[in-house]
């Protein structure tokens, strides 16, 4: 499909609508990690020991080893993982390895307390070693995924690194404040397969959103699906909530939802069904003319619930 029959129009907190270009999928595969300086935590944290730290490193894969960990007859020791990859042969001494555990090096790791591998991004927790692995899966401060969608973009990085890297590098268009209006238009709306337009950053209350909108089969039928993604954690994300909205000619509909976490790639929010879902005849009639061409508005806004502490119940804060 041709990408640049695509055009976005959007419009911000009641700003005139401008054109928004779209743009051109690129292939990014370089990365990049936090600039935050270490925290007093960090600063605090024992960093592991050269010589034991090295001991537990894989030759071949340079992972940490988790048991069962392997050895040849002459001492030299790898990764479970790695030992299919060589061949069962030792790539120090080319021995054959056999099925030697090093029994003492799984005792010494599991005497050693190690700091997450994330503490320069401002992790303080310290882990018994084979805790530590679990702890990083799950760390809060272990690197976020580039959330753009329209091409498999590697690079990965705190909030801020990559508010700044969709900014320069896939020139994502940035707006300030909790409402949107944005029309979407493309020429030919019968082309739907894996159409994506460009992706749109909200900054309000603080904290960053990205607006998805694209189209794609679902089943037999052709769709158009708008959401919204939270650049933070599950847990911040549950404390605010958006709503979509499209219509034309009397009619409308309505989704309201919590904005999905970054932490969540794009394509599994997609697959979840989890946003504003227009089937492509519906899209056609709000567009209005002869149905020829897409124009369909998308309007929204974005709220913070607080909780009441006299009611119990949350209430929606509505930025200015």
Not at 210 to 229: I, K, N, S
Request: aromatic share 8%.
């Amino acid at each position: 499909m041709e990408l640049d029959s695509i055009e976005c129009v959007s419009s911000s907190d009641g700003l005139d609508e401008e054109e928004i270009p779209h743009d051109n999928l690129h292939h990014h595969h370089h990365q990049f990690s936090s600039a935050k300086p270490h925290n007093a935590a960090a600063n605090n944290a024992i960093a592991p020991a050269t010589s034991v730290h090295e001991l537990l490193e894989c030759p071949v894969c340079t992972n940490s080893m988790y048991p069962p960990i392997h050895q040849c007859s002459n001492g030299h020791t790898l990764c479970s993982t790695c030992k299919t990859r060589v061949h069962n042969r030792c790539p120090t001494c080319r021995q054959e390895l056999g099925d030697i555990r090093c029994l003492a090096l799984e005792k010494v790791a599991e005497s050693l307390e190690l700091p997450c591998k994330f503490y320069n991004l401002g992790c303080p927790e310290i882990f018994p070693y084979y805790s530590k692995l679990k702890h990083e899966t799950v760390c809060n401060f272990r690197p976020y995924n580039c959330p753009y969608a329209g091409s498999e973009c590697s690079v990965v990085g705190d909030i801020p690194a990559l508010v700044a890297h969709l900014r320069d590098d896939h020139k994502v268009d940035m707006h300030t404040g909790c409402t949107f209006n944005h029309r979407y238009v493309k020429a030919n709306p019968r082309e739907v397969e894996n159409a994506t337009w460009m992706l749109t950053v909200f900054h309000c209350f603080g904290q960053y959103f990205c607006l998805h909108f694209e189209a794609f089969q679902l089943g037999m039928a052709p769709v158009y699906m708008a959401f919204l993604r939270f650049m933070g954690d599950e847990s911040e994300a549950r404390n605010y909530s958006y709503s979509l909205e499209v219509g034309a000619n009397g009619r409308k509909l309505i989704w309201e939802g919590t904005p999905r976490s970054v932490r969540d790639s794009h394509k599994k929010v997609r697959d979840s069904h989890d946003g504003l879902i227009i089937q492509r005849n519906m899209a056609l009639f709000f567009s209005g003319g002869d149905r020829k061409e897409l124009k369909l508005r998308v309007t929204g806004r974005i709220w913070k619930e607080q909780q009441n502490p006299e009611a119990g119940v949350c209430i929606p804060n509505l930025c200015s």
